[in-house]
């Protein structure tokens, strides 16, 4: 029995970690991004891949903007559009020139921040993007059971069952990805251009009514200047709503995310894809003007032909107001294919959001060291964010407008966080007009994400949550993995390789030392001492080995060697690495790959704390070289045999 289920665990542990280390790097497998053909795809079909994120939100965004601004909602959605064609979209065309391989904002600013305040704010900044994609799946899914309950045919049957309908969408979303999920651009086409098709229907339909039934307008006009006054006043009020109105900006950090299925031109090559670069801007473009359009009218028909009371909670048109106009206007046949296609672009951008979180994790954090081992594999971490969007569905009682304010926080921060990029790129480009242009959007998206904070804080809550959650298990994870081997690679300059191979002919031997005034007495004097502590003739040879630190909060990255005579008589090698004890371990054990003997190295003990020495190890990557150089080869050649040995005086 015990042997069973010994294998029966096995198993399981073989499935659940499947494709492990395949997830390390670009990966292939059923779980990757499309596997598409070198030279990518029209922009216009990309462009539906990340349209299944930002169209879906026109089943819900009509409905919070009516519940935001009321009358005033198609004014304060033509604020909304004003920021997006003249705001997010020229910064994101510069997103796209900035990191024309799909990297994103978070890149940018991670290349122009070093040390760890960089890491630091990525992390922040993969905080609030778990909480925009997160909170996408779940208010997707939320929001497609909204229009499964209230269909007509079907609302007596699930009436007081949205919370479980919710629930079952998230749980099936996370199922297909345990089983393993392909984005298909073909299927997104499909979906996007069946799911616009019947939205132009919608629109026109609700404003032949508007135009027919004169008085709608009349009734509109004469209400909302008795509430607001002049248009003055109308714009001030639109302003201050505007945050409210966040979700239609959203889609813009995805269109850039795609980037690399885009279809280039023949000269383009990884360092300059111009055609690349100039397929994103017009499916940038073309999806901002095109969700502007949709929106202004949406939101135009939707306040003018529904009643406000069926907006709030409850309401017929509470998260589905175009929905129930197709109802309304065009019968329930009609409006039971609005449905069918609304629910299937949702929960596909819940999809979308999945992979996208799937994508984003391992892209950052197993490079920093800051993310468990298993974390590299896909089905461990779908569990995981599935369990989280059941615990925020339960938060939130699947309610697609207590959502709205969650999901904006996490949109407007990652639309922040790429003006204040762009914006500190165009003044490292010295582009005195564009920097001041930029600067002006930055503070434009600042005040919108401060106010939505102030108004609605239950994003910035949850934001704060994965933000504490990321940092506390990434530098647990970095402190677990401290002493693995993170050099990638080494290369040895013409000179570095003839020191080793003159030494190899004898026993090898390297001095550790840190480089100072680097005199010659200051290597006279070290090799006395390393002859006196270990007992050593005079007859023995030595080559120094120098390690200059990087920035110490680098985890992997590759290993250059230089060698130079000093002097005229002491050989030395030099690197630069973010840790000198794992600099060190990755040279002794190239060495001794290289010329099959075992090297020695010597080293000084340190003087002070040895907690002290390991907090400067672990933040700064110096401290107690010598012990911690003997573990990091300890846990990287378990044969005691082979291992190069260490000795300290």
Request: hydrophobic share 50%; aromatic share 8%; charged share 20%.
């Amino acid at each position: 029995m015990a042997a069973a289920d010994h294998t029966r665990t096995s198993r399981l542990r073989e499935w659940m970690l499947e494709g492990l280390s395949d997830m390390a790097r670009p990966a292939h497998g059923s779980h990757a991004p499309p596997e598409l053909a070198h030279k990518g795809q029209r922009w216009w079909r990309v462009m539906c891949l990340t349209g299944v994120d930002y169209f879906s939100t026109l089943g819900y965004q009509p409905g919070i903007a009516a519940l935001a601004a009321g009358l005033l909602s198609p004014v304060a959605t033509i604020v909304l559009v004003i920021v997006t064609l003249a705001g997010a979209l020229p910064v994101y065309r510069r997103v796209a020139e900035e990191s024309p391989r799909g990297e994103g904002s978070i890149a940018m600013l991670e290349r122009l921040l070093s040390f760890w305040k960089g890491k630091l704010f990525v992390l922040t900044l993969l905080g609030f993007a778990a909480t925009d994609f997160l909170i996408t799946i779940t208010l997707s899914a939320a929001d497609a059971s909204t229009h499964l309950v209230e269909n007509p045919h079907l609302n007596d049957a699930l009436h007081d069952k949205q919370m479980l309908i919710t629930l079952v969408l998230v749980a099936l979303l996370g199922a297909v990805f345990l089983k393993g999920f392909l984005e298909a651009i073909g299927v997104a086409v499909v979906l996007v251009g069946f799911y616009l098709a019947l939205n132009a229907v919608v629109v026109v339909t609700g404003l032949w009514h508007v135009i027919t039934e004169g008085h709608v307008i009349t009734d509109w006009s004469t209400a909302l200047t008795a509430k607001h006054g002049n248009v003055l006043a109308m714009v001030g009020v639109a302003l201050l709503v505007f945050p409210k109105l966040a979700l239609g900006l959203s889609g813009f950090e995805t269109g850039v995310a795609v980037m690399p299925h885009v279809e280039g031109d023949p000269g383009d090559t990884e360092e300059k894809p111009s055609g690349r670069i100039r397929g994103t801007k017009k499916l940038l473009t073309t999806a901002a003007v095109l969700m502007s359009v949709f929106l202004i009218a949406t939101s135009f028909i939707t306040t003018l032909l529904i009643p406000e009371d069926e907006f709030k909670t409850g309401g017929k048109a509470n998260g589905r107001a175009l929905a129930y106009l197709s109802h309304e206007y065009l019968g329930n046949a009609f409006g039971t294919v609005y449905d069918a296609s609304t629910i299937a672009i949702l929960w596909f951008a819940g999809a979308s959001a999945m992979a996208g979180l799937l994508n984003l994790m391992p892209r950052y954090l197993p490079r920093y060291g800051m993310a468990p081992h298993w974390a590299r594999a896909v089905r461990p971490m779908v569990i995981v964010f599935t369990l989280v969007g059941f615990l925020v569905t339960w938060i939130f009682n699947a309610d697609v407008d207590a959502q709205g304010g969650a999901y904006a926080t996490g949109v407007l921060v990652l639309i922040s966080s790429a003006a204040i990029a762009v914006t500190i790129a165009a003044r490292k480009a010295r582009q005195r007009n564009w920097t001041i242009a930029f600067a002006v959007i930055s503070a434009v998206f600042l005040y919108t994400t401060v106010v939505n904070v102030i108004e609605r804080p239950d994003g910035v809550k949850i934001g704060a949550c994965f933000i504490a959650g990321i940092i506390l298990i990434s530098l647990l994870s970095r402190l677990a993995r401290a002493f693995e081997l993170r050099v990638t690679d080494i290369t040895m300059d013409t000179m570095a390789e003839r020191f080793v191979r003159d030494i190899a002919s004898r026993r090898i031997r390297f001095i550790a030392n840190e480089p100072d005034q680097r005199d010659v007495a200051e290597y006279r004097d070290k090799i006395k001492q390393i002859r006196e502590d270990n007992d050593l003739t005079a007859e023995e040879d030595f080559v120094f080995v120098e390690v200059t630190i990087g920035d110490p909060s680098e985890f992997e990255a590759r290993m250059n060697v230089r060698g130079e005579v000093l002097h005229g008589r002491y050989r030395v090698l030099t690197l630069e690495s973010s840790s000198i004890p794992n600099a060190l371990a990755a040279l002794l054990l190239h060495v001794r790959d290289t010329t099959g003997r075992r090297p020695h190295i010597y080293f000084e003990w340190t003087e002070g704390s040895p907690f002290a020495n390991f907090l400067r190890f672990f933040l700064f990557g110096q401290g107690e070289v010598a012990p911690v150089t003997r573990e990091v080869l300890r846990e990287a050649e378990p044969d005691r045999a082979r291992r190069p040995r260490v000795h300290v005086g």
